[in-house]
Nanobody, 123 residues
Framework: QVQLVESGGGLVEPGGSLTLSCTGS????????VAWFRQAPGKEREGVAC??????????YYADSVKGRFTISRDNAKNTVYLQMNSLKPEDTAVYYC??????????????WGQGTQVTVSS
């Protein structure tokens, strides 16, 4: 059974930083692409970032709204994918989810999701 677990959410002031983690044993190993999504109240789920598997050279992709502020990376020894979020804005407030479809390349649909972690940006 594929299980993904996110952590690292919390309350941060505008301009602050947070790092989210996603662990899932072998399912978040560098073999598979892993993506981060977010969903704010009353809004549709939005893709934030994705990192491809090692056979895709670990290519990374970002939504325009977070480019230059967020960085997706992975620690292969820990089978963990991170989302480093800097210069946070109130509009970044959302529940953040990691997801995988056990494929090498980043895609548009994912079959396996974590439970989510809340990020709130507020003064």
């Amino acid at each position: 059974q594929v299980q993904l677990v996110e952590s690292g959410g919390g309350l941060v002031e505008p301009g602050g930083s947070l790092t989210l983690s996603c662990t899932g044993s072998e399912y978040t190993s560098d073999y598979y692409a892993v993506a981060w999504f977010r969903q704010a109240p009353g809004k549709e789920r939005e893709g934030v970032a994705c990192i491809g598997g090692r056979d895709s050279d670990g290519s990374t992709y970002y939504a325009d709204s977070v480019k230059g502020r967020f960085t997706i990376s992975r620690d292969n020894a820990k089978n963990t994918v991170y989302l480093q979020m800097n210069s946070l804005k109130p509009e970044d407030t959302a529940v953040y989810y990691c997801a995988t479809d056990l494929l090498i390349l980043c895609g548009t649909s994912y079959g396996y999701w974590g439970q989510g972690t809340q990020v709130t940006v507020s003064s």
